[in-house]
């Protein structure tokens, strides 16, 4: 329901990740005091060129800078932690607060800002932090990657959980196994609003045990008989470190590959997280000193993309490694949508060069993060929540989760099903939905610009991508209005110039006719008036003839 403002209620105000996987941030205010959970981005979509990351727009706490009473980095994963640097500039150095291996990451990203200095408070399973009015704790949660933390936020108003990404998994790998009793303890505490991962909500069961992976994994290092190359996210440590514990298991050597996997897991290493015997990991040049047999690689690259590690084995760009017939590729991960061509295509590519190609679709190599129905189910149960919102997810897999709370017994009126920007006003007894909103449009970063890539810019590149550029370059009498000579045209992405000398002269005759028509000749020329005739009419005439809409742009040049 939607109401007016109601004074010192507790508000949740999402900046992200709802109605979007990635992108997550979350405002937790109380009496204009604010707690922040995760800055995460997303990575762009297809109709989104050139753009390297999406994040959230934190806009709104632009004049609340000393309100802010901490941030809680929950895991180590860029779509909770990737926008720190870009959303630091704007803050007055807040305190974050996040476990040893996270912070370690956060740490490692900021030295390629070194601008902005960053002020992290380590914390475990279990500790407590009181920052103003909220108090919080936190408690342990299996992810695909170590120690992940969910919270517990004590606020006058009530008790609030968030989950943060999850899944149940009683033997996993490099990781301890699911503390079902903490969970319990901590829903007979009272839970006033329960906020939980919903990524796999639309799926049903249960998630895969990391050891049936591990054991699937296994089978396949048992029998290949040359070298194998596995692609995962970098991310995913817990999987790397099955794949370099089976390695040393059958005398394979490492050789890790991509810029994200290799400062992963010198980290990883350093800080105690990944175990590696002394004699595992070789350099690039050391690959053809052993046998194929006996040499595994570790590469970016699972999704296909351009300038991932992967990709440039495939197009022989990689100095040390090329792809040879025996070779057992193995996919680690599952498709993210909407990659699902360049994914296929890289496995196309592989088969041409002769080598053999495992995906999680064929066999259960990869296990998600993210806990499935039956588990959402019992979380739920668990906490035995008075309302329930659902996070982390496309507004599909939020309604889903909302119907599986349903289905456990919370009354549809304390469901909430909410959007980002809106401001969620709860108390002990309902929540209600302001009128008001807070801005959380895209927010690009594009280089070293953040911000300065906005719709426009962004259709102009979607229109370079799909129909290119023409560009009539004319010069004109100034005196008399007319075009001296033959305007030159070039064109990019558009036509072909050397064979389209047809259109290419009418369109020259075209320009010609319109300049000297919106000449006035014996006056001052208004040269941005003729500019714009010519780009819209020239612009009219190119779609007519090829049914393709190009950027024209005319340079007028007076003499």
């Known amino acids: 329901m939607i109401k007016e403002h109601k004074k010192e209620s507790l508000k949740i105000i999402p900046l992200g990740g709802l109605g979007e996987v990635g992108r997550n941030m ?54 909770h932690l990737g926008a720190i640097p870009y959303l630091l500039r704007n803050l007055n150095n807040p305190p974050f607060f996040a476990s040893a291996l996270t912070k370690g990451i956060i740490l490692k990203r900021q030295e390629e800002f070194p601008d902005k200095k960053i002020n992290i408070n380590q914390v475990k399973d279990k500790d407590v932090v009181n920052l103003g009015k909220f108090r919080v704790e936190f408690f342990r949660q299996n992810h695909n990657v170590p120690e992940t933390l969910g919270v517990i936020i004590t606020t ?51 998630s895969l045990s990391e050891k049936v992976i591990e054991k699937n994994l296994d089978e396949i290092f048992k029998k290949s008989k040359g070298r194998i190359i596995a692609a995962t996210f970098s991310s995913l440590l817990n999987r790397i470190q099955q794949l370099i514990s089976l390695s040393e298991k059958h005398n394979r050597k490492v050789y890790v590959e991509g810029f994200s996997m290799k400062n992963i897991v010198e980290l990883a290493k350093h800080l105690g997280y990944l175990k590696v015997r002394k004699d595992t990991l070789i350099s690039g040049k050391d690959v053809e000193r052993y046998q194929d047999s006996k040499i595994t690689i570790l590469c970016t690259g699972a999704q296909g993309e351009d300038r991932a590690a992967l990709m440039k084995i495939v197009n022989k760009e990689n100095r040390f490694i090329k792809i040879k017939k025996g070779d057992d590729i193995i996919f680690s991960s599952s498709v993210i949508p909407g990659n699902e061509r360049t994914v296929q295509n890289i496995k196309d590519d592989l088969y041409r060069q002769g080598a053999q190609v495992f995906h999680y679709k064929m066999m259960d190599i990869h296990a998600g993060g993210h806990a499935q129905q039956e588990e959402l189910k019992e979380m739920i149960q668990m906490m035995n929540p008075k309302f329930f919102m659902p996070i982390h997810g496309q507004v599909s897999m939020l309604v889903s989760h909302g119907q599986l709370a349903e289905e456990v017994g919370i009354p549809k009126k304390n469901i909430i099903i909410a959007e980002n920007g809106q401001m969620i006003n709860i108390d002990r007894n309902e929540f209600f939905v302001e009128k008001k909103t807070v801005p959380t449009n895209y927010i690009m970063v594009d280089g070293l610009g953040v911000g300065d890539v906005g ?27 007319k075009v001296k000579g033959s305007p030159d045209i070039i064109s990019r992405g558009f036509i072909y110039l050397r064979e389209s000398k047809d259109l290419l002269g009418q369109t020259r005759r075209k320009t010609i006719a319109i300049i000297e028509h919106a000449s006035n000749s014996g006056s001052a020329m208004n040269w941005t008036y003729i500019k714009g005739e010519v780009r819209d009419k020239v612009g009219q005439f190119l779609f007519s003839k090829t049914q393709r809409r190009p950027i024209v742009l005319p340079v007028i040049i007076e003499v």
Not at 36 to 58: H, Q, S, T
Not at 158 to 182: A, C, E, H
């Open 455 to 481: 719709e426009v810019v962004l259709r102009d590149r979607q229109m370079l991508a799909k129909d290119g550029m023409f560009v009539i370059v004319a010069v004109v009498d100034r005196q008399t209005g």
């Open 26 to 79: 979350m405002l937790i205010e109380y009496n204009a005091r604010f707690l922040i959970i995760d800055m995460g981005l997303k990575f762009p979509e297809e109709n989104m060129p050139g753009i390297d990351y999406v994040i959230p727009n934190a806009s709104y706490l632009d004049d609340k800078k000393d309100k802010i009473e901490g941030i809680v980095i929950t895991h180590g994963h860029y779509d």
């Open 156 to 206: 006058p108003a009530g008790n609030i959980v968030s989950t943060s990404d999850f899944k149940f998994d009683q033997d996993p790998v490099n990781d301890l196994p699911t503390d079902f009793k903490k969970l319990k303890e901590i829903g007979s505490r009272g839970i006033l609003l329960l906020m939980s991962d919903s990524t796999g909500a639309e799926e049903e069961g249960h």
